[in-house]
């Protein structure tokens, strides 16, 4: 239960600050490759402009900030559960992405996010997940008349 | 989950309300997908509804169903539709002059003359109006106080590049000042540039007839000038073409087959647009949607989308918004 | 007075059985759609528009009414629950709420919301209903320059939600201007930053991003702790009702939220966010516990969600009065009366007057129903909380990305998602706050927008700003409450002589 400080002395507000900074840089290109100018007024690139200025500034508060003693505490974190989130949201980009439908995308977003939990009946996860992953999809295409992206699953109904 | 459970009840209840109006028509038994290139809610999307309730009611296909790909200007639902409705026998888009516009000034690859035109549908005039307090009366006046300061005159409507825009560009052109100095204020839609034309903030506003009807039956606005090539009935304000200047611009939503549909396929699906064009169904909806008929069958529907895709062009390049 | 008697005929239509049954079936079906995130109140009407279709004008209205206020109301309760906003108003709602929810207030939290919707929309209907005719000749005199003050006024207020830290506050709020360049932009029709993706052009969705910031985020927070420091949200602590205390902490945010909804909402582009900025700020500086504020205070739910409602019932004004849709939901409601050949404008109030004032008793009456319907589900939402951790995260995750999907079936909407769900995860695990990118991203453009209409109308003549009394007192306003707090900061150092 006890908090474990990691002292990362500097580390991150530094390469936020290069993060910043590449922002502050594409936001300026695009804005320089803007050719349409407004006839009257400012010109759309003003507010690209200013952006870019803004993340420049912030840019160099970050490194200033790199280089004071840091009062952040950052935990210690899980990164397999992390992980496991991620691939549960790849499961439905991929199955949407490759023409697998919205009930098999859901399915596998919540039966591998309850793992990411800690939950190991894996099977019992996936019917739970394709019972209301067909649900919602009867209830989106069928009464609300808005299609969800179909699979072979789909074409069943 | 309990929250699901207690979906399901609701969902019953909709169901239940739902059910009075779907029929089930057996006539054909094409079983059609509408592309509306647009979020729900918008034109396209009413225009695809409404004809999946005809083609529906009048048993012209067996099933419809309508899938919203928003974006772009109805662009990316274009790019997609290109993609998976080529040679597809039962896929249908419906679109109109706004994709026409959005496919040039977005610089997109792809546009209306990839795919196959089945029908023009509806065609709405637009209209040019002032506010009821401004010295300027007539069309004529209006292009002198362009020709006087083009930057002064102050124009309002849609998004830049859009229909509206393109009228006002055009009317600026006919006033014989240069379209690329109009001053031509955006706005995302017909509400807002209308609260900017009552409060004063403008010289003049384009938008669709319908949406500023009621302030111009009121006088709060006056009407100078439809876009529409002919007069119509209940419309007091004249074509600007009956007013000397030859200027016609209808915003008009057609409908659309993939590319490479051919023979019997392509005529089945003539045949069942040509069908619910003509029923009784189509035109009550006409009439209850506000809509104008601008019915067009396929070959001259062809034409026309080649005719309006040079002619925004070459306005959009006049008014620098193309290359 | 004319008016009066004529809402007593408006309720004589709206009170018969058959209509009662429509206003109730339209709020049921209203709240249970409204639920849905990514779905807001818009696309609630639009759906159900075609059921409504089959009744008569009359009856059809009256159930669009109970439809509208029904979807405003659920959009809320997925926002305190589930930290998952439904619509892009219910942001704010979910900063204090959700804190409320998971540390066993979410009974106190939803009841607060519900009855200062009901308190809200019930006052701001009056306000409809006599009103109208008035404040639209105003809000129509509001130019881009007036929006431009607005904005900024707004703009200041986003510093109460920046935390400890007013350098990642801001950074934060960057964030969100930054994505608000994203797409066409409406004034000349070029795009920016869109890097050749046309799925890009229209812009990023603000309830993707605060969907993802939020719900996602936290998802991913939640599994990172879990081994380390397990937190399981307390569904029930203390009473499930309001406390004494909670209803004198609530009464007069429901109503300052209110003023502050009603004529906003009435400004032709005024919005439902504005307002719910507007009053958690004043909320938290009037607030005498503002050390609650960001661990769950009452009033930062109470608040806002009255200004959002009240919001709600504002749009109707220049949408009845002068036919003028100035929301989604309003441009959908526009096409609904055209199905009856009914146009909304200045001459509705005289030809149609049975409609106008059958719809305003039928506001009325869907939302005493609302606070019946919702008022006993509060029990059961906050068991929601009780469903196994693992379940209740995959739950909201496939609730989270079906709204998005629904909305917009694209994969580059579900990358956003994702992407941003991973940078929420990234903001609250190095303690920068999340709020200020939303308002970002809602306010940038907008503020954009206003100031270069202006400096359009005025031929690039930046004095504008000034020359009008109205935008001139607001941008006054806005740079005293920026600079206030640094100099009340330096007296108290001075006096105190702190650090």
């Known amino acids: 239960m006890t908090p474990r400080p990691i002292h990362t002395p500097n580390r991150p507000p530094a390469v936020i600050a290069i993060v910043l900074f590449a922002i502050a840089v594409i936001t ?3 804005a320089s490759q803007m050719t349409t100018r407004a006839a009257y007024g400012m010109s759309a690139s003003a507010a690209s402009y200013f952006v870019a200025l803004l993340f420049a500034v912030l840019a160099v508060g970050h490194l200033v900030s790199a280089f004071k003693p840091s009062n952040v505490e950052v935990e210690v974190a899980d990164w397999k559960a992390v992980g496991w989130i991620g691939l549960a949201l790849c499961g439905l980009i991929g199955s949407i992405w490759l023409g697998g439908g919205f009930i098999l995308g859901s399915t596998l977003l919540f039966a591998l996010t309850a793992h990411a939990f800690g939950r190991r009946a894996f099977l019992v996860d996936l019917c739970l997940g394709a019972a209301i992953g067909v649900f919602v999809f009867l209830l989106f295409n069928k009464l609300l008349t808005l299609a969800l992206p179909q699979g072979p699953l789909e074409k069943l109904f | 989950m309990r929250n699901f459970m207690k979906y399901g009840l609701m969902a019953a209840i909709v169901g239940s309300v739902l059910s009075f109006g779907s029929l089930s028509a057996t006539a054909q038994d094409l079983e059609l997908t509408i592309t509306a290139p647009a979020g729900a809610g918008g034109g396209w999307d009413s225009a695809s509804r409404s004809l999946q309730e005809a083609m529906m009611a009048t048993g012209n296909a067996k099933s419809v169903q309508v899938v919203n790909v928003p974006g772009a200007g109805g662009t990316v639902g274009l790019a997609q539709f290109i993609g998976s409705a080529k040679g597809s026998p039962n896929q249908l888009l419906v679109a109109g002059i706004t994709l026409v516009g959005a496919s040039i000034s977005n610089k997109s690859p792809v546009n209306l003359t990839q795919v196959t035109p089945l029908a023009r549908l509806t065609g709405d005039p637009l209209v040019i109006v002032v506010s009821k307090d401004s010295p300027i009366k007539t069309i004529d006046d209006l292009l002198a106080t362009i020709k006087t300061d083009v930057a002064k005159t102050i124009w309002v409507g849609g998004s830049a590049g859009g229909a509206d825009h393109i009228l006002a560009a055009l009317v ?26 009552l409060g004063g903030q403008a010289t003049a506003g384009v938008s669709g007839y319908g949406e500023w009807e009621g302030q111009i039956k009121s006088g709060d606005l006056r009407a100078l000038a439809i876009s529409y090539p002919e007069p119509i009935e209940g419309i007091e304000a004249k074509p600007l073409k009956a007013q000397g200047l030859d200027i016609e611009l209808v915003n008009w939503r057609g409908i659309f087959a993939g590319p490479d549909v051919q023979g019997a396929d392509l005529d089945a699906l003539k045949a069942a647009v040509d069908n619910t064009v003509k029923s009784e169904q189509w035109q009550a909806i006409l009439k209850a949607r506000g809509w104008s008929d601008y019915y067009a069958p396929t070959d001259e529907f062809k034409t026309f989308i080649a005719s309006e895709n040079d002619r925004v062009r070459s306005i959009l390049t006049s008014i620098g918004l193309a290359d | 007075m004319d008016s009066i008697s004529f809402l007593i005929e408006g309720f004589a239509l709206a009170i018969q059985p058959a209509n009662l049954i429509y206003a109730a079936i339209g709020v049921m079906i209203g709240t249970a759609v409204g639920v849905l995130p990514g779905i807001g109140p818009a696309l609630t009407v639009a759906l159900l528009l075609p059921v409504t279709f089959k009744l008569d004008p009359g009856g059809s209205i009256i159930m669009f009414a109970g439809i509208y206020y029904g979807g405003m109301y659920g959009g809320s309760t997925t926002a305190i629950l589930l930290n998952t906003p439904g619509e892009s108003a219910s942001v704010v709602t979910a900063l204090e709420g959700n804190k409320m929810a ?18 809200a929309a019930l006052i701001a209907t009056l306000g409809l209903a006599f009103l109208a005719p008035i404040l639209v000749k105003v809000a ?23 935390g400890s830290s007013p350098m990642r506050g801001l950074t934060s709020l960057a964030f969100g201007l930054w994505l608000g360049l994203m797409g066409i932009d409406q004034l000349t029709g070029q795009a920016r930053l869109t890097f050749g993706v046309p799925e890009l052009l229209d812009g990023v969705e603000v309830t993707t991003l605060a969907v993802g910031l939020f719900a996602i985020g936290e998802a991913f927070l939640v599994a990172s702790r879990h081994l380390h420091k397990p937190e399981k949200p307390i569904p029930v602590k203390g009473s499930i009702w309001m406390t004494k205390e909670d209803w004198g902490r609530s009464w007069k945010p429901w109503l300052r939220g209110t003023v502050l909804g009603f004529p906003i909402g009435a400004l032709p582009a005024g919005g439902a966010e504005i307002p719910t900025f507007l009053s958690y700020n004043i909320e938290r500086r009037l607030s005498r516990k503002p050390q609650e504020f960001g661990q769950g205070a009452i009033e930062g ?13 504002g749009t109707l004004v220049p949408l009845l009065t002068l036919g003028l849709p100035t929301s989604a939901t309003a441009a959908v409601m526009l096409a609904g009366f055209q199905q009856y050949n009914i146009q909304p404008g200045p001459l509705l109030f005289t030809q149609h007057a049975d409609l106008v004032w059958g719809l305003v008793a039928s506001l009325f009456i869907a939302n005493v129903m609302l606070l019946v319907l919702n008022l006993p589900l509060v029990g059961m939402w906050v068991k929601l909380l009780k469903i196994p951790l693992p379940w209740l995260y995959a739950g909201i995750l496939v609730f989270a990305s079906m709204g998005t999907i629904a909305a917009n079936p694209s ?23 999340i709020a200020p990118a939303v308002v970002g991203l809602i306010l940038g453009p907008l503020a954009d927008n206003a100031l270069r209409r202006s400096l359009q109308m005025s031929l690039g003549d930046p004095m504008i700003l000034f020359q009008h009394p109205s935008s001139a007192i607001m941008i006054a306003i806005a740079t005293i409450a920026l600079i206030a707090p640094f100099i009340f900061r330096g007296l108290s150092r001075f006096q105190h002589d702190e650090d």
């Open chain 1, 28 to 30: 300026y290109w695009d």
């Open chain 2, 172 to 197: 600026t052109k006919a006033a014989g000042a240069d379209p690329a100095k109009i001053n031509y204020v955006a706005y995302s839609g017909g509400g807002e540039s209308l609260a900017a034309m």
């Open chain 3, 102 to 119: 998971r540390s066993g207030r979410g009974g106190p939290a939803l009841a607060t919301a519900a009855i200062g919707s009901f308190v």
């Open chain 3, 140 to 162: 129509v005199k509001f130019g881009p320059w007036d929006y431009f003050g607005l904005m900024l006024i707004a703009f200041v207020t986003v510093s109460a939600t920046f």
């Open chain 3, 301 to 313: 739910v109470a608040g806002p969600e009255a200004a959002n409602n009240a919001s709600a019932a």
């Open chain 3, 411 to 433: 994969v580059v909407e579900l990358l956003l998602l994702t992407g941003f769900g991973v940078i929420g995860f990234l903001m609250r695990r190095y303690d920068y706050p």
